[in-house]
């Protein structure tokens, strides 16, 4: 077993990109891109909906999705990593729960693409294949011993998205074991061993919406089998995956980088792709953060998304735009945006062409 | 246009949802009582053993571990005339928790644990108790005196003790940090985070918020 990629074995699907230094992150049709807003304004909701495939030829065709970035974003997990090993981390009673998720991803992976991932089992003896990644793995399901990694680490280390576990105890959700490689500016090594209105604590107006609420009571009823999804989002300048508090220093100098002519090419929307699972063993709950990147260039090639963003940006309320950390750019977007936007109606709903 | 990425919100501002909830010590029946404060909060055990029904046999099974406050409040006397069955003074937080991880690892159920003073002696404590499998709820927390802050940098992830202004200079790696209202338990400590990240060297004064 290694885990040496050999990125370019499918190089005809998977785009051979990067998410750092030059940048070459881009998407090759946009109207797969789950663009997040389905009406002219945004406010902070539950809005779960459950978690089934979806439309053809989208983000939403399978439970998890893998798309041209996999490779590229492995790649670039593994160097964060290598950096910054507290980017994941797991408390020792979560190990069962780490299992349940390695077996949910292998079985869906396995199942939706086969050309390119393959699971056979016998009895506890199981065999991985990812093809993409160059990687066979033979093991011994609930084994430790048998992984080159502990069972979530292993499985994240070939999963897009970012990927919370938590436990469920005294009437809440502990997030106790996590990895952050895409985040949006939170810490998985401060948050992890908090509970849900712990690490949600920095975000505002939700609260006092009673938000948070709704949204623990409706996830402590959430049943294996039955998984749910919501967006997020928020703005990020270049294609970068790894916006961490850990190294904002670094990357925070690119928020003043924007210019009028430059903001199409490099003001990225940053679309978080939530899903819930429940996991039949440990019974915790899994949450799948999945980060999607779109250049506001890419974006209004689409005359309804370019209206709407415009609409949204315009009038979100400016602690919105704080929290989410584009409060600067903010008036510059807007002012790009208008000039994409010619003020006709937009139709309900978030595809492009309804 | 400068970032508003901070609000110097007053120690005293609506509550942080990540902070522990405190409230005052109340006696409860206990086979055994360990007592852990700093500074001030030997004022709370006082008022504590006040509203005791059975002060003399709470005492008697009560191990009291002291330290003087981050401000210099030294309150051992008033605790050491008390009579606690066991009384132990220490100059500071972190030579006081070793005793403390002793004594918790072959503490009983139904042991009733007392926490007051500064967050940094209560987060410290309810950190080591809780690593025994003690729910955090079976710890009773008050908050005394000193509000000086134990700030982790979530950048180098050195944690700096008794900080008083914002933004501030983190200890270990020497950035300028202003101290996010979010708080870690794990850690016992808040977080900090650059100040000046998007734009080097705009650093406002600090202005002293906890004291």
Not at chain 1, 150 to 156: D, T
Not at chain 1, 349 to 354: C, E, L, P, S, T
């Amino acid at each position: 077993m290694s885990l040496d990629f050999r990125p370019g074995a499918f190089a005809d699907f998977f785009r051979n990109e990067t998410f750092r230094d030059d940048f070459t992150y881009r998407n090759s049709n946009i109207l797969r891109f789950p663009f997040p807003f389905d009406r002219d304004d945004y406010m902070y909701s539950v809005n779960m909906e459950p978690h089934v495939p979806g439309r053809k030829g989208t983000a939403f065709e399978h439970i998890l999705d893998v798309d041209e970035h996999y490779v590229a974003e492995m790649l670039d997990r593994a160097k964060v990593l290598a950096d910054d090993p507290l980017r994941c981390q797991s408390l020792p009673h979560m190990t069962l729960a780490g299992w349940d998720l390695l077996e949910l991803i292998m079985e869906a992976k396995a199942r939706d693409y086969p050309q390119w991932f393959g699971l056979t089992k016998d009895g506890n003896r199981w065999h991985w294949v990812n093809r993409p990644l160059g990687i066979e793995q033979s093991f011994t399901f609930l084994d430790e011993s048998t992984l080159p990694y502990p069972p979530f680490e292993y499985i994240m280390r070939q999963t897009q998205g970012d990927w919370t576990l938590q436990d469920e105890r005294d009437g809440t959700l502990w997030m106790d074991a996590g990895i952050a490689t895409s985040q949006a500016d939170w810490s998985v090594d401060f948050d992890v061993g908090m509970n849900f209105m712990e690490w949600h604590a920095p975000v505002p107006l939700a609260h006092e919406k009673g938000v948070f609420d709704r949204a623990l009571k409706f996830l402590l009823k959430l049943q294996h089998g039955a998984p749910v999804r919501r967006f997020n989002w928020t703005m990020t300048v270049n294609p970068l995956l790894d916006t961490a508090p850990e190294t904002y220093p670094k990357w925070g100098p690119m928020k003043a980088t924007i210019t009028p002519e430059n903001l199409g090419a490099r003001q990225h929307l940053r679309v978080e792709l939530q899903s819930l699972y429940r996991l039949p063993r440990s019974n915790a709950i899994a949450f799948d953060i999945r980060c999607y990147l779109s250049s506001f260039d890419q974006i209004v090639t689409v005359p309804k998304w370019a209206r709407r963003l415009h609409r949204v940006v315009r009038d979100l309320p400016p602690e919105l735009a704080t929290y989410k950390g584009f409060i600067r750019n903010r008036d510059a977007m807007v002012e790009w945006l208008a000039k994409h936007d010619d003020g006709q109606p937009t139709s309900p709903g978030w595809f492009a062409d309804d | 246009m400068k970032p508003v990425k901070t609000s110097l919100t007053p120690v005293d501002a609506p509550a942080i949802r990540s902070r522990p909830v405190y409230a005052p010590l109340k006696p409860r029946p206990g086979a055994q009582h360990l007592i852990v404060a700093d500074g001030e909060g030997a004022e709370a055990v006082v008022a504590m053993l006040d509203k005791a029904n059975d002060r003399s046999g709470l005492l008697a099974a009560a191990h009291v571990m002291y330290c003087p406050g981050p401000n210099g409040t030294d309150l051992t006397a008033a605790l050491q005339t008390l009579g606690p069955a066991q009384f132990f003074r220490a100059p500071t937080i972190p030579a006081l928790l070793p005793r403390l991880q002793r004594v918790v690892s072959t503490v009983h159920m139904g042991t009733q644990f007392y926490l007051a003073g500064t967050e940094g002696l209560i987060g410290q404590a309810e950190r080591e108790i809780m690593a025994t499998g003690f729910p955090f709820a079976a710890i009773q927390k008050e908050h005394r005196g000193s509000t000086l802050r134990r700030v982790q940098c979530v950048h180098c992830k050195g944690i700096t003790e008794n900080v008083a202004t914002d933004p501030f200079r983190c200890s270990h790696c020497g950035l300028m940090l202003f101290v996010r209202d979010h708080y870690s338990r794990r850690i016992a400590a808040f977080q900090g985070v650059n100040i000046d990240a998007e734009d080097p060297g705009l650093v406002p004064d600090p202005v002293v918020r906890f004291t």
